[in-house]
């Protein structure tokens, strides 16, 4: 069975500062992992994936996510927040079973 | 390249009524899905399809029908709305081959009350 915990429901970080966005996987098998940010009213828009290529994932506005097996974890980090990246983020793990599981995810406030 | 398309935005209903939420693709994918969204649970897979013809249920399908015709239409029927049905659904796609490699790309959302 495949599921997804996001660690914090709510993180904040003053602009400038490092981000970090904590998700942990249960698969079964192989997984590919995703990051969707939401930005408020708006629909979801994919950051980055992984699928069994790097370990170390870069994806769009600055993200990056490493995934450890031994740790089973997936976290989502960015150097610097800028507060446009003000927003709801979902981790997402796939394997076989046609189904995408979702985590609960984690709002990020960016402080100025 | 218009992507994923849902119709309405916005819909009131009131409690047991019927409607139809609109979702169209045209990137030629086979994999089509319907989630609704609630605060504190992330989404939730309502009903999929594999392809036209072919369609199972998610987490959460108990008031909700789906069928897919075509490629490109993957409709959500609400057969008697609830205020528990109160939500936004996303209608998301993806190629089915390889599918579960490739993400999938999301609608901008159908943010139904139900009073």
């Known amino acids: 069975a495949q599921s997804v915990t996001q660690l914090d429901s709510h993180v904040s970080v003053s602009e400038g500062t490092p981000v970090l966005l904590r998700c942990n996987y249960s698969?079964?098998?192989?997984?590919?992992l995703f990051w969707y940010v939401q930005h408020p009213n708006k629909g979801l828009q994919l950051l980055l994936k992984y699928t069994s290529a790097a370990t170390l994932v870069k994806g769009i506005n600055g993200f990056e996510a490493e995934f450890k097996k031994s740790e089973t974890s997936f976290h989502l980090t960015k150097p610097s927040a800028h507060m446009s990246d003000a927003a709801e983020y979902f981790c997402v793990v796939s394997s076989t079973g046609n189904q995408f599981y979702f985590g609960t995810g984690t709002s990020l406030t960016v402080i100025p | 390249n218009a992507g994923v398309t849902q119709t309405p935005k916005f819909q009131v209903l009131k409690t047991g009524q019927s409607m139809t939420l609109q979702c169209a693709q045209d990137m030629n994918h086979e994999y089509m899905s319907w989630y609704r969204q609630d605060p504190g649970m992330g989404l939730r897979l309502i009903h999929y399809?594999?392809?036209?013809?072919?369609?199972d249920q998610g987490e959460v399908p108990n008031g909700y029908n789906v069928s897919r015709s075509t490629t490109e239409d993957f409709p959500l029927r609400l057969l008697s709305a609830a205020p528990s049905q109160t939500s936004v659904y996303f209608c998301?796609?993806?190629?089915?081959?390889?599918?579960?490699?490739?993400?999938?790309?999301f609608g901008n959302g159908t943010r139904l009350t139900v009073t």
């Open positions: 698969s079964s098998y192989s997984p590919s």
């Open positions: 998301a796609s993806t190629p089915s081959r390889g599918w579960y490699n490739s993400p999938l790309h």
């Open positions: 399809s594999v392809g036209a013809g072919i369609t």
